[in-house]
Nanobody
Framework: QVQLVESGGGSVQAGDSLRLSCAVP????????VGWFRKAPGKEREFVAA????????YYADSVQGRFIISRDNAKSSVALQMNRLKPEDTAVYYC??????????????????????WGQGTQVTVSA
């Protein structure tokens, strides 16, 4: 079983930045795409961002585009989610997920929870006004 571990969550104020990290087993890291989803209380889990295997392509939800940046750190076998200009609406538990699909089917494909093979336990992000 592949285990993913999120870290970097915390409490910040609106306008601040936060950097999340998703640790991926080194043996499979380069061949897996990694995505971020978030779940706010009373809301459905929603897609945030995804980065293709080897970092070829990146995709973002409209709500975070221009503010969040997803990247791969090959040396650490991890994927980071740099969150800038945070808003109270960004408050949620953030989960990372991994997918082994070789082909790139676009943003819609990665926005679907069902396609992801593995999930982490999540890290809390709280943004106060």
């Amino acid at each position: 079983q592949v285990q993913l571990v999120e870290s970097g969550g915390g409490s910040v104020q609106a306008g601040d930045s936060l950097r999340l990290s998703c640790a991926v087993p080194g043996q499979i890291f380069s061949n897996y795409s990694v995505g971020w989803f978030r779940k706010a209380p009373g809301k459905e889990r929603e897609f945030v961002a995804a980065i293709r295997r080897r970092g070829i392509n990146r995709y973002y939800a409209d709500s975070v585009q221009g503010r969040f940046i997803i990247s791969r750190d090959n040396a650490k076998s991890s994927v980071a989610l740099q969150m800038n200009r945070l808003k109270p609406e960004d408050t949620a538990v953030y989960y990372c997920a991994a997918d082994s699909e070789v082909a790139d089917f676009g943003r819609y494909y990665y926005s679907r929870e069902i396609i992801w093979d593995y999930w982490g336990q999540g890290t809390q992000v709280t943004v106060s006004a």
